[in-house]
Every structure is written in C-alpha cells, then in structure tokens.
C-alpha cells in the first residue's frame, strides 16, 4: 500500500472520527433525553462483556459507510479499526485495573 499524503489524511481522519466516538461514550451522562435511560458505566460494561461482538458491530458501520470501493475509503476505515482494537481490548479491560491502583495511590497520599 503506498501511503500518499491523502491516504495518511484519511488515516488520521479515521482516527479523529473513532477517537471522537469513544470519548462521547464518556460524556452519555450530559445528554438530556439519553441519561436517563443509560450510564457510561453501563455501556462500557456491555462492551467488556462483548468485546468481539463490538468489535464486529465498529467494524460493519465503519465499512458500510465508507466502502470497500475507494482506496480513501479503506484507509479511514483502518484508522478506525486501530482505534476501535486499542480500545475494545486495551482501555477498557484495563479499566479496572487503572481505577484499582488510582484508588491505592489515594489511600496512600492521604494526610494522618
């Protein structure tokens, strides 16, 4: 594959867009209509539990929109699916473990 500058564009715009995504699961609890029925905790949760399912449902939608036909097209859509992969099997298994060490730092740095 050879990566010309508007290959590297559509990449990084992939990137952004997925990026984008994944942050505004953080940010459920800000929408009016939508908090009410669900939380951020519980969507990432679902995706722990389900984690290929995610994966396949990411992938489908990005490719769906975007194509197959269009060099362009599947570089934005590799961009995502690296993004989609870090988070899917790296942020949010290790969710966990990040809260369980932040929670001993606290307990350490408190005053006596």
């Not at 969507?43 to 539990?49: F, P, R």
């Not at 990005?62 to 699916?81: K, L, W």
């Amino acid at each position: 594959m050879l990566l010309t500058p508007s290959m590297i564009g559509a990449i990084l715009a992939g990137i952004c867009l997925w990026l984008i995504f994944w942050a505004s699961i953080h940010k459920v609890e800000a929408i009016p209509y939508v908090r009410d029925f669900i939380t951020t905790k519980q969507c990432l949760d679902w995706i722990q539990q389900r984690q290929g399912l995610t994966i396949l449902l990411t992938e489908a939608a990005n490719y769906i929109v975007h194509g197959i036909s269009s060099p362009i097209g599947v570089g934005f859509a590799m961009g995502g699916t690296v993004v989609n992969l870090l988070f899917v099997y790296g942020y949010i298994p290790s969710r966990s473990v990040v809260s369980l060490i932040s929670a001993r730092f606290g307990r350490c740095s408190e005053p006596k």
